[in-house]
């Protein structure tokens, strides 16, 4: 791991204390929310339960948090040792992602004070999707701590605690596989119980299969998302090629998830609902328009070589991911009622000043422990 | 062999998994009605719109009206009751009854013999009594995720979004009442009939006779319960042939009857398969024994353990 070094450079730019002014914005909203409960910052309803919290925090940001899922695979299972460069710095992406996930669910959940209840044993209700999503997503947050803690002690001195902890990181390694797949497959199987609820365009048996592949795709996108943008804004030389060659993956999976998407809707004949001409099939085109975009470009041998065309695609493949999910708990989501639901103003800034402070956490993480590998190796 | 559109899809997608299983393959068994289960029996032919079911719901709950707790238009927010009547109106308005007239409409919790909220809360809070079937809260149990009210295919369950500490809120059947040997207020407080109480068996008997009484003859509809204390004679409507509630997502404990289709009424369409059974039997195919899990761990973590080793190796 020698490799790897801290970055240098100040902390607080001015980028810094941008995200800092955002985090701050959310503090009175998070405080209003716990004084006078949650109609009185958000637009969530008895018809639509659940809002942005929920879908963008939880069930979008940790699949956007999948970098370290995808490249772990990689690396362990499939031994693609030359990837290791990549790893920490994914890992570390996700470990905020998840942990700032975690964080939220206090501000969404209704009577928050006793939510170890889920994990009494008298109370736990292991017929519940969700209980299965919250044990999992719970003891992944642990183990990704556990996978990232050799950055602390990776300094002289340390060696004991290191040689301690890194013989034990395979159990953490297949821990850090195994529970990703559990939950993300889950995060989609929790719509399963919602019936004609949801549009026949999103509802169907596979959703735990396509939550698990579209999570894996967004992992690899956000991989080389995180390192492009990390070589402009951090003025570091590019992965490049094994990112082009990190991309070679994503068509596959594209075409395996595309397959089952489709293959669903046409055999249960619900394909034509797609003209219905509303809001809901413009956002199914959106969404799937969104995950063609990188098959084609990165099915391309001259294209996908390119650092435009490789950034543009990985962006859409998270896109494409964000908005299928939105999809699935929002729009394609529908209480039958005269219910309407758009996120409000108190909503949003809480969730962007999350995304702040996990931003901010990343950035002292890579300028003061051993997370990139160094310029002058790379 | 008759070959209808779904065989004859099956045939064709033989080799493609996802035609040739039915919708509800994954499902576990279905579940029985338990054997005392209470239930309601809502004719909404009798039923005139008065109100009293919702009075008598609030004085039996001790509810107040709290119209900033519940932002639920559906529910009248100046009288919080546990039960709602609504209106489906169409045409001229002046003929209860007939398909294009006006009807009501009590909207209450189903009490569904497999329900959904039971199954996704991952905290126990909702439970279904053995013994009356009632589907029941419990405040020590809740963290308020709101689940139930995503799985609920009514949209049953209330949430206090205007609480900073909230309730989830619904109809428990009065059981509160139930056990001093009184019946819920909603059926004690019916002037009609519309709400009858009784057993299970008793007022799905009581419905299936109801669908066969000749229309426009006279019929003594029991009022309260099925007891027949109290009872008021009424010409018969012309029914729709169907007790809503003996197979909607697996059956519920509060049927209803009505001459105006079930659809105008504001109630779904469901299979006759709980959404529960069906996500459970994916789940626990999945997660049986924690048997795939285990072997999944077992296979990354021995991988796992080869590559980095071999890594140590190169690198030292």
């Known amino acids: 791991m020698s490799e790897l070094k801290p970055v240098k450079g ?49 069930v979008t940001g940790t699949a956007i948090a999948c970098g370290g899922y995808a490249m772990a695979i990689l690396v362990y299972i499939f031994n693609k040792g030359q990837y290791h460069p990549l790893v920490r710095s994914a890992l570390l992406a996700s470990m905020f992602g998840y942990t700032l996930a975690s964080v939220s ?5 209704g009577r928050y004070w006793q939510m170890y209840n889920i994990f009494l044993p008298w109370y736990s209700n292991t017929n519940s999707v969700m209980f299965e999503v919250a044990a999992c997503i719970a003891t992944y947050v642990l183990v990704m701590w556990l996978e990232f ?41 929790l719509m399963i119980i919602a019936g004609d609820k949801l549009s026949g365009l999103w509802q169907t048996d596979f959703l735990p299969l396509l939550f698990l592949i579209s999570a894996i795709m967004m ?64 956002m199914f085109v959106i969404e799937n328009l969104l995950f063609i975009y990188p098959l084609i470009i990165l099915s391309s041998k001259e294209k996908k070589d390119q650092s435009k065309y490789l950034f543009l695609s990985a962006a859409s493949l998270v896109l494409a991911g964000a908005v299928y999910r939105f999809d699935t708990f929002l729009v394609g989501f529908n209480p039958g009622v005269n219910f309407h639901y758009f996120p409000s103003f ?16 990343y950035l002292i993480f890579i300028k003061t422990l051993p997370v990139l590998p160094d310029v002058k190796h790379a | 062999m008759k070959v209808d559109r779904r065989n004859f899809l099956k045939v064709l997608s033989a080799g493609a998994v996802t035609a040739a299983v039915p919708d509800n393959v994954f499902a576990r068994a279905k ?28 004085r039996y709950n001790k509810l107040t009206a709290q119209p900033s707790d519940s932002n639920n238009r559906d529910f009248d927010p100046y009288t919080f009751a546990l039960n709602k009547i609504q209106i489906y109106r169409n045409g001229d308005k002046t003929d209860k009854e007939s398909e294009n007239k006006y009807n009501f409409f009590k909207k209450a919790c189903m009490h569904c013999v497999d329900p959904n909220c039971v199954s996704a809360c991952p905290a126990s809070a909702l439970t279904k009594d053995e013994e009356s079937g009632i589907v029941s809260w419990n405040s020590d149990a809740c963290i308020g995720c709101r689940y139930c009210q995503v799985a609920c295919p009514y949209s049953i369950p209330k949430f206090e979004y205007g609480a900073a500490f909230p309730e989830i809120i619904k109809c ?38 109801r669908l066969a009484l000749p229309e426009k003859s006279n019929y003594n509809y029991p009022v309260g319960d099925l007891i027949g204390k109290r009872s008021k004679n009424n010409p018969v409507e012309k029914y729709i042939n169907y007790v809503y509630g003996e197979k909607e997502g697996g059956g519920t404990q509060y049927l209803i009857l009505s001459a105006v289709p079930f659809e105008n009424l504001g109630l779904p369409k469901l299979p006759d398969y709980s959404n529960a059974a069906k996500t459970e039997g994916i789940q626990h195919t999945l997660y049986k024994g924690m048997i795939a899990p285990i072997v999944l761990f077992a296979g990354l973590a021995f991988t796992t353990y080869k590559t980095a080793k071999a890594e140590d190796e190169k690198g030292e």
């Open chain 2, 31 to 58: 579940k029985d009605v338990p054997p005392d289960a209470v239930g309601i029996l809502y004719d909404s032919t009798l039923c005139i719109g008065c109100k009293n079911c919702e009075m008598a719901c609030q």
């Open chain 1, 10 to 58: 100040k902390i607080f730019t001015l980028p810094f204390f941008i995200l800092l002014i955002l985090s701050v914005i959310a503090i009175p909203f998070i405080v209003k929310r716990f004084m006078y409960g949650l109609g009185a910052v958000s637009n969530l309803s008895d018809g639509y339960p659940w809002g942005m919290w929920i879908v963008y925090d939880v």
């Open chain 1, 219 to 282: 992992g690899f996108g956000m991989v080389i998302f995180e390192s492009m943008f990390s070589s402009v804004h951090l003025e570091r030389p590019l992965e490049k090629s094994l990112l082009s060659k990190l991309s070679g993956v994503i068509p596959k999976l594209l075409i395996v998830f595309l397959i089952i998407r489709f293959g669903d809707l046409i055999f249960k004949g619900k394909l034509g609902l797609i003209f219905s001409f509303n809001f809901q099939s413009l």
């Open chain 1, 346 to 361: 108190a909503e949003i800034m809480i969730t962007v000043g999350i995304i702040s402070v996990e931003i901010m956490a």
């Open chain 1, 105 to 109: 669910i206090f501000f969404d959940v």
């Open chain 2, 172 to 209: 428990e059947m009065c059981q509160h009442v139930q056990v001093k040997g009184k019946i819920p207020g909603c059926c004690d407080f019916c002037p009609t009939g519309a709400s009858v109480f009784g057993k299970f068996s008793d007022i799905l008997q009581e419905a299936k006779n």
């Open chain 1, 149 to 189: 803690s050799p950055a602390f002690f990776e300094k002289p001195g340390q060696e004991k605690t290191l040689k301690k902890i890194n013989s034990a990181m395979f159990i953490f390694i297949a821990l850090g596989v195994l529970l990703p797949t559990m939950h993300q497959s889950s995060l989609g199987s």
